[in-house]
């Protein structure tokens, strides 16, 4: 029985974590691919090096040659360009849409049957044109946006607390910009709701609720903090962990419940749309998607980032590549 294989698309900054994390955690054999000679090489040869110090058994390979990624498991795509001071996710769309389709097309192509996460911006047009041109059923592409954004909610939360990161739960919904939705009713600490927390460290329910909007102010804006601090590139180990845990929960059939961008066919009321959602992911990829009820302020949000989605891939709709 042979290993998993895992390929990576893209072997910049997030493509080189993404093949270290498969490594240490023995996800399966790594193929990366990238435009640039000697990258993908470079970088898996550096990371096999050390295989014996880090203790795993599984082979890397470099390659310029998209045939290589024949017949992956998952396919992780971090092809395009990231942003840089001032832009928008969105500002990516002209240059990432025409490298996302030639490598969907790669992708149909050579590895048919595997389960693609995109990670490429802007996120949730990505996805949608990934799966446009591979023609893979919904389960099987997904978009990596919503593990990210809670993770940072989570961190900001027991920053503020003072408690373990461990024991914080917290989501964020919706599409992966600036109106993406943190739940706020739904963060908790080991149970405990955050609001009720924060309410009794400050003892006053404005100051509570004023702390919280910051909190959700900062998640929403945590990728643009990064680029600004980072001035020529976009956050990177971040969104490789998020990836590689959701490439895990499909290759080790985890049935994690991961907030994903998912195809919504009616689920919280949208149809016919990418967008982030709680997802159980295993060996189906996204095999269900978990629906609650939204209360007015959460829909009004959700209707928000929506729009704000349904704009983006309608400028899309209408660019020739
Ligand atoms: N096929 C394969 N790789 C490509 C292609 C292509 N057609 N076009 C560009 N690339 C490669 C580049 O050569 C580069 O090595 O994609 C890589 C992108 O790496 P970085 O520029 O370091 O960007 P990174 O930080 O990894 O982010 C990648 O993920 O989070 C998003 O906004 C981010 O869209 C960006 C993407």
Not at 54 to 71: C, E, P, R
Not at 289 to 314: G, H, P, R, T, W
Request: charged letters at 25%; hydrophobic letters at 45%.
């Amino acid at each position: 029985m042979g290993r998993k294989k895992v390929a990576l698309i893209g072997g910049g900054q997030i493509g080189g974590v993404l093949a270290q994390l498969c490594a240490l955690r023995e996800l399966g054999d790594v193929v990366m691919f990238d435009i640039v000679e000697g990258l993908p090489q470079g970088k898996l040869l550096d990371i096999a090096e050390v295989a014996s110090v880090d203790s795993f058994d599984v082979s890397l390979q470099g390659t310029n040659s998209l045939a290589d990624i024949k017949d992956s498991d998952v396919v992780i795509v971090t092809a395009g360009l990231p942003r840089k001071p001032g832009m928008s996710r969105d500002d990516l769309i002209a240059t990432n849409a025409k490298i996302m389709k030639s490598v969907s097309e790669g992708i149909k192509q050579y590895a048919p049957n595997s389960f693609v996460i995109v990670i490429s911006n802007p996120l949730d047009a990505m996805v949608t044109l990934c799966q446009k041109i591979t023609g893979f059923p919904y389960n099987r592409v997904i978009g990596q946006a919503g593990v990210l954004d809670s993770a940072r909610f989570e961190c900001f939360i027991a920053w503020e607390l003072g408690v373990s990161v461990k024991d914080v739960t917290a989501m964020t919904l919706g599409g992966h910009g600036d109106d993406m939705v943190p739940l706020v009713r739904y963060a908790s600490v080991k149970g405990i709701p955050v609001m009720e927390l924060l309410e009794a460290k400050y003892k006053d329910k404005a100051k509570a609720k004023e702390v919280m909007e910051a909190m959700v102010k900062r998640t929403r804006g945590a990728g643009g903090e990064v680029v600004a601090l980072l001035k020529n590139g976009s956050a990177f180990y971040s969104p490789a962990s998020a990836a590689i845990s959701m490439a895990e929960a499909i290759l080790r059939d985890q049935k994690r419940v991961l907030p994903s961008c998912a195809y919504l066919n009616g689920e919280f009321g949208v149809k016919g749309l990418y967008l982030g959602v709680p997802c159980v992911i295993g060996a189906g990829g996204i095999e269900r998607i978990i629906e609650f009820k939204l209360d007015a302020e959460e829909q009004a949000m959700m209707d928000k980032s929506v729009a704000a989605v349904e704009n983006i891939i309608s400028v899309m709709d209408k660019m020739e590549f």
